[in-house]
């Protein structure tokens, strides 16, 4: 794990967050800066720097994001109405921090296209 990274740091209890979710691969947490009434981040345990770094051994994981994101709107009470999923990969796709994660936006119409 590399010491300098942030969601590192709070997979492993070192920096504080809201979390709503954890298992052996996956924490979600809620965005420290949500842009929409819901905004949950799906972490990887592992540290995988973006999706450009995902390795076949990752599979599991990567579907393991998708299932708690599912788990995680019906409690959140969006999965009817919708949601949207979205990872941002490298500078032009607006990632900010260098480790995988899937934001699950809702409660709130989301537009099309994106900024
Ligand atoms: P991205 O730009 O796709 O890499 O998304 C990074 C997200 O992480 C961004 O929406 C803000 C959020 N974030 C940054 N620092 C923290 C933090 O310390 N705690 C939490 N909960 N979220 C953070």
Redesign the pocket.
Known sequence: MPSEC?FCR?VAGE?P??QVYSDDAVVA?????P?APT?I?LLSRKHIASVNDIEVEDQAVVGKMAAVAAKLAGQEGIADDGYRL???VGRN??????HL?V?MLGGRRMTWPPG
């Open positions: 942030l709070i920096l967050a809201s947490i809620r965005d420290i800066s842009q905004h981040l979205v990872v941002n796709g607006g990632q900010s921090v260098d994660h934001h």
